[in-house]
């Protein structure tokens, strides 16, 4: 019992942190960026090259520089993220979202075969796992690793929720959620705020890639599609553009997930996940914490 | 806004000879008319199962238009209508020994009601939850598929029977079925209807505004898109004589979508060239394997930066 509420904890703290980019893209742009669980996959990949480079990886010093990895990676991925922000979606903010959308699964594809093409179609096999020793808390077995990735993931969101809501940054990314016009008219550097904030979504979806390739140490290039789609069902729980809305709700997806898995068997775990979508958005299409908003004609 | 500025739009401007010559009504005719010598150059069974699988492919990409192109709905999962069309009329076929054409009724009803199960909660919502919860319900279907007895888990059902003996024979029935099923299309676009539809994808609070039930009118599409692809799952089981969960997964909704949006979305004759040449140009580039799903992504991105329109636009009847 307690085994599965902290599986479910330790998968949606992944979720979470994939849901978070995606909901904060939403929420200053209204765009669903389909391509953002590709940006996981390329953080898992990208994560992969820099551990291949270094070569080969002393026992006790896995930890740290799994983290120097994943700073690398953040990087990377975020640059990515930026890159596709304005090569594919900057050109067509004014365009029908329709045009938008069909824009961001043409980018995921890219993304997918491009990496296929780059890096083989054959599952690869992470270099680094931390194996450790299980620790016994609370009558459930957890590794220390485990809890060392929960915490980075912890302390990236609390990172990113003091960001938004503390910083000047923040305080314009929340304008511009609400109105770019005018935030423009105020000053604000509408582009380049929204740069920034794909650099954030994305950098934290290759956190998450790194820290999945290093649990279940194993990637392929089409590893994000699924994710992705989790993700966003976690942003909806939660509430899209609402940030600690979306922590809670890749949170509880993690949770219903591993106990959907314990009572229906594994082969149903994604069509429950995806049932759960449905049935949020048929009730409350707001999410748990989000508000009711109008939309504007 | 200049003449210049509302010419680039694409809608209005005074249409090319291509465009004429795609907007006539004889092009369909020629469109046929190709379809029915092409076995007459070339009928090796390789070659009458690429044009069966080319034909069918324009049926799915006619009935995806139908709420992609007229009605502005984006469908990231229609492979799912596919799916459940072939696996019921496999299903019924295999299970019952009927004739395939027997399970057409069942097929329109069960994929009437799956549109209606996914359309009716989501319609009410943003147009991009609708794409988001469709792909989804793609998934749903696949994995669905994939762990039920009935459908025979991931090795699916074999053994369907043929609905005409004859490769060429089967070609000629599937072209006479997909004509008619994109001509179907095209006059429901020119109904009440498909204004209706094109008016809703347009501006929906305008819509509403003037008196359009928009939730009935997207309802409406999204049943005929079911119904469209059932059918072609129809085909397709009949074709293949199987069905197995590997052929329904997103991909496959990518790729009719990739065809509806290169050839215009809209556009009916467009959409039809589209179909046909996303089911042709993987065969002809064979050596570009590993390269075309990456060519597909950045295609579309390219068309959507370039031509919104897409390659053969739909004209407006409306705009002399």
């Known amino acids: 019992m307690t085994q599965l509420v902290w599986n479910g904890l330790f ?61 690398v990676t ?123 904030t794909f650099f954030i979504g994305s950098a934290l979806a290759g956190a998450a890639g790194v820290m999945a390739g290093a649990y279940y140490g194993k990637i392929d290039f089409l590893m994000g599609f699924l994710i992705g789609l989790k993700a966003f069902t976690a942003a909806v729980i939660g509430g899209i553009g609402n940030i600690p809305g979306t922590m809670l709700g890749g949170l509880l997806l993690g949770l219903l997930e591993s106990f959907g898995t314990f009572w229906l068997g594994g082969e149903w775990r994604d069509v429950f996940a995806f049932g759960v979508l449905i049935l949020f958005l048929t009730v409350r299409p707001t999410g748990l914490l989000g508000e009711r908003v109008t939309e504007r004609v | 806004m200049t003449t210049a500025k509302v010419r680039r ?129 793609g998934e749903i279907i696949r994995i669905t598929a994939n762990n039920l007895e009935v459908t025979g888990g991931p090795s699916g059902i074999y053994g369907i029977p043929p609905l005409v003996e004859h490769p060429a024979a089967f070609y000629y029935v599937t072209v006479a079925v997909v004509s008619l099923a994109v001509l179907g299309s095209a006059r429901l676009g020119r109904s009440r209807l498909g204004r209706a539809w094109r008016f809703v994808r347009e501006d929906e609070d305008a819509a509403e505004a003037m008196g359009v039930h928009t939730y009935r009118v997207k309802l409406a599409a999204y ?19 199987a069905v197995s969960p590997g052929s329904f997964t997103f991909l496959a909704s990518a790729l009719v979508l990739m065809a509806v949006v290169l050839g215009g979305m809209g556009s009916v004759s467009g959409v039809v060239v589209g179909a046909v040449v996303i089911s042709i140009l993987p065969e002809i580039l064979r050596d570009l394997a590993d390269y075309r799903f990456l060519l597909f992504g950045v295609l579309l991105i390219a068309v959507m930066l370039l031509r919104p329109q897409g390659l053969w636009p739909a004209r407006s009847r409306e705009v002399p």
């Open chain 1, 11 to 71: 998968v949606g703290s992944f979720y979470a942190l994939v849901a978070l980019g995606y909901s904060m893209v939403y929420g200053i742009i209204k765009l669903l960026n389909f391509a953002h669980g590709d940006l996981y996959m390329l953080g898992a990949f990208t994560g992969f090259a820099v551990l291949g480079a270094v070569g080969g990886v002393p026992g006790g010093m896995a930890l740290p520089l799994l983290l120097a990895v994943l700073l």
């Open chain 1, 74 to 196: 953040m990087a990377v991925t975020g640059l990515a993220g930026v890159a596709l922000e304005r090569i594919a979606y900057r050109p067509l903010r004014r365009a029908p979202r329709l045009s938008l959308l069909i824009t961001a699964v043409g980018t995921s594809f890219a993304l997918e075969y491009g990496m296929r093409a780059a890096a083989g179609a054959d599952p690869r096999v992470y270099p680094v796992r931390l194996g450790g020793t299980s620790l016994e808390i609370l009558g459930a077995r957890l590794t220390l690793q485990q809890l060392v990735l929960v915490g980075v993931a912890v302390v990236l969101m609390a990172g990113l929720n003091l960001l938004v809501t503390r910083t000047r940054e923040g305080r314009a990314m929340r304008a511009i959620a609400l109105d770019p016009r005018t935030s423009a008219l105020m000053g604000i550097d509408v582009d380049a705020v929204i740069s920034r």
């Open chain 2, 223 to 241: 049943i005929a898109g079911a119904v469209w692809g059932g059918l072609a799952g129809v085909l397709f089981a009949a074709q293949l004589s």
């Open chain 2, 9 to 137: 739009l694409g809608t209005d401007r005074p249409p090319s000879l291509a465009s004429r010559l795609m907007g006539n009504r004889w092009a369909g005719l020629a469109g046929l008319l190709v379809a029915i010598l092409a076995p007459f150059v070339d009928a090796t069974p390789y070659a009458l199962s690429v044009m069966t699988s080319a034909a069918i492919a324009v049926m799915l990409a006619a009935g995806l238009n139908i709420v992609v192109g007229y009605c502005g709905l984006l469908d990231l999962g229609y492979v799912a209508f596919f799916a459940v069309g072939a696996y019921t009329s496999g299903v019924l076929a295999t299970r019952f020994q009927l004739p395939l054409l027997a399970t057409v009724p069942a097929v329109i009803v069960v994929t009437v009601v799956a549109g209606i199960v996914i359309g009716a909660p989501t319609l009410r919502l943003r147009s991009d939850y609708l794409a988001i919860v469709t792909l989804g319900f």
